[in-house]
């Protein structure tokens, strides 16, 4: 299965400890991009690279969040000093940039963080 | 601000009928729009997609409506299947915005009764 892979798939910790996710997203795919999922909402966009360059950021990424894509393969999403307000479903999804038009994203499965 | 909104958080459907699932946008500079189907535990995966040239699309037993007039999507599932109890999300996105930022609806939650 050559999906879009993340790791881990649950993290629980404790309030004001640091947190890195993984993606490893569609291995064709230049497009990568970090969404949050909470109860009850969809998913929220957070932030965008377009191969290693990170293009957009939405406001809801504070300046704990960081993400990076090194090389333009796989990512990472670090959360520093977390907070009770971060638990979420942090997801990831990759597509391929097509001139002229839009494409789908296609997700994976997920990391679950919980702060307690 | 919720630019894409599917006001119906549930929907219960008999085995073999047709499900509606409705969802409403309100940025005009929509032109490309997706359904995805989410299990517990998993990301959502994506099902069908439309764009603003077309009203219709159709997959199997998925068929996405666009009425880009009343800024109104749905999508059809027809005959039900108790496998497709899942939450359904629509997103909206548009080539103007220079990459595919979507933005997704609350769900609806589908429960396809044996």
């Known amino acids: 299965d050559t999906g879009v892979s993340q790791d881990p798939r649950h993290k629980i910790t404790k309030r004001g400890q640091n947190v890195t996710f993984r993606c490893d997203p569609i291995?064709?795919?230049?497009?990568l991009y970090w969404y949050r999922q909470t109860l009850g909402q969809g998913p929220e966009f957070l932030t965008y690279?377009?191969?290693?360059?990170?293009?957009?950021k939405s406001r809801l990424l504070s300046d704990r969040f960081s993400a990076e894509r090194p090389k333009g393969s796989f990512s990472t999403l670090e959360i520093q000093r977390t907070e009770q307000g971060d638990s979420a479903m942090y997801l990831c999804?990759?597509?391929?940039?097509?001139?002229?038009?839009?494409?789908?994203?296609?997700f994976g499965n997920g990391t679950r963080l919980t702060v307690t | 601000d919720q630019q894409v909104k599917q006001n119906s958080p549930s929907l219960s459907v008999q085995e073999g009928r047709i499900s509606i699932l409705n969802c409403d946008y309100t940025?005009?500079?929509?032109?490309?729009f997706l359904w995805y189907k989410k299990y517990p535990a998993e990301g959502p995966t994506f099902l069908i997609s439309?764009?603003?040239?077309?009203d219709k699309n159709e997959d199997g037993r998925f068929t996405v409506f666009l009425n880009k007039s009343a800024k109104h999507l749905s999508l059809h599932i027809v005959p039900s299947q108790p496998g497709d109890s899942a939450v359904y999300f629509c997103?909206?996105?548009?080539?103007?915005?220079?990459?595919?930022?979507?933005?997704f609806g609350s769900g609806t939650k589908l429960n396809v009764k044996p």
């Open positions: 999804a990759s597509s391929l940039a097509e001139s002229g038009r839009n494409t789908p994203l296609h």
């Open positions: 291995s064709e795919h230049n497009r």
């Open positions: 690279f377009q191969n290693e360059a990170q293009l957009e």
């Open positions: 940025n005009s500079m929509f032109d490309y």
């Open positions: 439309i764009s603003s040239i077309k």
């Open positions: 997103a909206a996105s548009a080539i103007g915005f220079g990459f595919n930022k979507f933005y």
